[in-house]
Each structure stands twice: as structure tokens, then as C-alpha cells.
């Protein structure tokens, strides 16, 4: 049975009933040859649309793995690049960044597990989700989780050209289980993840990486608790 994701419930009946509108004038106004292939088109927007939304079934990998970093959405690895973190760590990282297709299912899942200790949500622009400035410039959120360990990890969510909603479940201060849903964004967008520079990177550009499955990343196994 299909599962709908609750972020879609409003989005849904709202298309579902301006397309019925539609539809029915459509029958009304129009020759019926035009009605019905009007009609057979808005049927297929909508099951487009509900399966944007649709929850996958499968097992949820790991529990609270200190060395292990899973990916945090489902797609395309488009970056993996040593930068700067500026807005909150301050060193440098190893980014890993995942591209989300219409095609691909658009939950976001925590990377680890841990404690988030800062959060911010972002406006901006809406630049096309691969471009490089999209990091910095468009609508995000920005999560860092600190491990047991002391090990912090930081991700983003980034909206891109279509999507222009992000939700993220994330607070500041709450624990959260490795591979919890931390979020969604609506239509086309991408997650990146700052990794310690040290980190061993599981993955290579142009890998298909499924959320909560594919592993992105080693991290060293001991790391002294940051004050």
C-alpha cells in the first residue's frame, strides 16, 4: 500500500481539487475529445504529484554507529571537495554533497545521531540546486549534530530552481536517533554534509546514494569530547 508523506497531505487535496475544477469545465466548455485528454493530463499531474510524496519502505540501517556517517537523502553525488565551514564550525571540512532529482524521494534522514547543537533556517535565493554558489546563496537550513564522541557534524538542507519549501524537524538542544527523519524539501533540491577532514569517504562523484542505506563516510573511531 502506498504511504503518503504528511508534508504532502495539504499539496495533494489542494491540486486534487482545482484539477477536479478544471477538469469538470473542461467537460463543459470543451469538444469531448479535448475533455478527455485535458482530463487524462491532470490525472497524471496528480499522480506525479502523490508520488513525489510517497514514504519508501525499507529497513532502517545502523541505530547510533559513532563511525559510520549515512547518506542523508536519496540521489546523486555531485560534490565531494575540502572547504572552509564559515558559518559555524570555522575549520576545515570534507563537503559531500547529494543532488535530489524530481524522481528521487525527497525525505531528509539525520546522517548520525546525536545532539543538535545549532540550527538555522536561511532564506535566499533559488539558484539550480548543482550550482556551486547555491551552498552560501539560496533558501537552507543548517544542522550540526555533535556525537556521543564529541564529533560534530554539520549538514544542509539547500532548496533549489522548483523547490520552494523546506521543512526540517531539527531543534537545537534535542537528541535524535541516526537515520530519523529530519526533514523535507519540496521539489528538486540538495543536502550537503561537512565531514571531518579526516574522515574516510565512502562514495565518488556520480554515485546513486539511497538515504539511510548507502554509507558516505568512516569517521575515526576516537575523538577526545569537545568542551
Given amino acids: 500500500m502506498l504511504k503518503i508523506h504528511k508534508e504532502g497531505y495539504g499539496i495533494i487535496r489542494n491540486l486534487a481539487l482545482v484539477l477536479i475544477v478544471l477538469a469538470g469545465a473542461g467537460w463543459f466548455f470543451l469538444p469531448r475529445g479535448w475533455a478527455f485528454w485535458l482530463s487524462l493530463l491532470f ?71 546525536g545532539t543538535v547543537e545549532y540550527f538555522r533556517y536561511h532564506p535566499g535565493k533559488f539558484l539550480v540546486a548543482w550550482h556551486p554558489k547555491s551552498s552560501e546563496e539560496n533558501e537552507r537550513t543548517t544542522t550540526v549534530v555533535r556525537m556521543k564522541n564529541g564529533t560534530r557534524v554539520l549538514f544542509r538542507q539547500i532548496a533549489g530552481m522548483v523547490a520552494r519549501r523546506i521543512v526540517s524537524y531539527a531543534r537545537e538542544g534535542d537528541w535524535y536517533r541516526q537515520n530519523a527523519e529530519c526533514g523535507f524539501i519540496k521539489f528538486g533540491s540538495r543536502v550537503d554534509v561537512f565531514l571531518p577532514v579526516d574522515a574516510e569517504i565512502c562514495v565518488k562523484l556520480e554515485d546513486k546514494v539511497i538515504g539511510t542505506q548507502t554509507v558516505l563516510a568512516r569517521l575515526k573511531s576516537e575523538k577526545p569530547a569537545e568542551p
Fill in 43 to 113: 490525472l497524471l499531474l496528480l499522480l506525479f504529484v502523490i508520488r513525489f510524496f510517497r514514504v519508501p519502505f525499507r529497513p532502517v540501517s545502523g541505530g547510533n554507529e559513532e563511525g559510520i556517517v549515512y547518506s542523508p537523502a536519496d540521489g546523486t553525488v555531485v560534490a565531494i571537495e575540502t572547504t572552509d565551514e564559515t558559518e559555524y564550525l570555522g575549520e576545515r571540512r570534507i563537503q559531500v554533497s547529494v543532488f535530489m532529482s524530481i524522481w528521487n524521494i525527497h525525505i531528509n534522514w539525520f546522517p548520525v545521531g
